[in-house]
């Protein structure tokens, strides 16, 4: 029977990286990346065209609905449901986002969250500074927030993900990303058993 692990944290915190030094590590391991399906899923009901990564970002609350996080939220846990027998899964989301009116949380419900069942919630964090240089070297369609934003977004996340593991009672575990990748990469496998 294999893990499910939520694993979130504020934009460039590292999510994709370390999930792409995981699966070096364990090819089998399925991801399921959020926003990716969340873009999918706009663009196959969006008569405006194809949205990018970076455009979504850039337009994030005026071209997601809560109807739009809600039909991904479906479609995570029978994605879940089927694979959890089979292979161990990390989920790559942030229900926070940055907003040009502030933030934005759009969380799993209590019923959701019941569904999904994750065994292990891991939330990374780095210093707004490390993340503020992050986004500056690769925006991707990120807007770059002030040092008081990003640290704001690092507390928000981890709110969230403390929450869902208090909710599930659960182990959360909050990850420094600001160290070198391999020490996250290990540092993650060891807290996750895998």
Same mark, same amino acid.
């Given at each position: 029977?294999?893990? &499910? ?21 364990? *090819? ?13 899923? &706009? ?30 939220? /479906? ?10 027998? +089979? ?9 926070? /986002? ?7 949380? /759009? ?7 019941? +569904?999904?069942? *994750?065994?292990? &919630?891991?939330?990374?964090?780095? $210093? ?28 928000? +996340?981890?709110?969230?993900?403390? +929450? ?6 659960? *182990? ?6 600001? &160290?070198?990748? $391999? ?12």
């Amino acid at each position: 029977m294999g893990k &499910v692990i939520y694993l979130t944290g504020a934009p460039a915190t590292g999510k994709s990286s370390l999930t792409v030094r995981v699966r070096e590590v364990l *090819p089998a391991i399925d991801v399921f990346c959020y926003s990716e399906k969340l873009r999918d899923h &706009v663009n196959a009901r969006s008569a405006e065209g194809y949205l990018t990564e970076v455009s979504v970002r850039k337009e994030s609350a005026r071209a997601i609905s809560k109807d739009d996080v809600d039909a991904v939220d /479906t479609l995570l846990v029978d994605h879940v449901a089927r694979l959890r027998d +089979q292979r161990h899964i990390i989920i790559d989301s942030h229900p926070v /986002t940055k907003e040009d009116f502030g933030f934005r949380i /759009t969380g799993f419900s209590t019923a959701r969250l019941a +569904q999904l069942s *994750p065994d292990i &919630v891991v939330c990374l964090y780095a $210093d707004p500074d490390i993340v503020r240089r992050r986004i500056e070297q690769d925006p991707a369609g990120r807007p770059l927030p002030s040092a008081y934003e990003l640290a704001v977004h690092n507390s928000l +996340q981890m709110g969230v993900a403390s +929450q869902y593991g208090v909710l599930l009672d659960k *182990p959360v575990y909050l990850l420094d990303s600001g &160290v070198d990748a $391999d020490r996250l990469t290990t540092t993650f496998l060891e807290r996750c058993r895998l």
